[in-house]
């Protein structure tokens, strides 16, 4: 097997792959959020100062230290007060939309490898935890 004709192949079908998510309307709707999320220097603010309490609260966990209610309680209400801003909430939910779409992806071009054939789709169904009574024989 030539190894730059395989690697043609796949770049153009994963160029095709990236011109059929960029056609969804779904795509148009994440970007128009990422982009007004980078244009929201107040939105921005408030994600690092959620993102680095949540960094922090997670280490001292990590670290076996007990969590005061009034550390607990400011994170809280931080975190209300970033998803109440719409634009750091979509934010979010574009983020989410990208993470599940890439997850998918990855999914299926893995199970290909595990397989050695493309999967048929009950086969993508099964994640791995469903236990030892379903048919994704894992």
Do not use: W
């Not at 056609?23 to 148009?28: C, L, R, W, Y």
């Not at 609260?57 to 998803?83: C, M, N, P, W, Y």
């Not at 071009?109 to 236990?131: I, M, Q, S, W």
Request: proline share 2%; glycine share 6%; aromatic share 6%.
């Amino acid at each position: 097997m030539d190894t730059n004709v395989s690697e043609d192949v796949i770049t153009q079908k994963t160029r095709e792959l990236c011109e059929a998510i960029v056609q969804q309307s779904q795509f148009h709707d994440i970007r128009r959020q990422v982009d007004s999320f980078m244009g929201d220097a107040v939105a921005q603010q408030q994600y690092e100062s959620l993102s680095e309490k949540g960094r922090q609260l997670h280490q001292k966990q990590q670290q076996g230290l007990e969590l005061a209610a009034a550390e607990i309680s400011a994170f809280d209400q931080e975190r209300e007060v970033f998803f109440s801003n719409p634009v750091a909430k979509g934010f979010v939910d574009a983020q989410e939309a990208i993470h599940n779409i890439q997850e998918g992806i990855n999914k299926f071009v893995g199970k290909t490898f595990e397989l050695g054939r493309v999967p048929a789709p009950e086969e993508l169904e099964c994640d791995g935890d469903c236990g030892h009574d379903c048919d994704c024989h894992h």
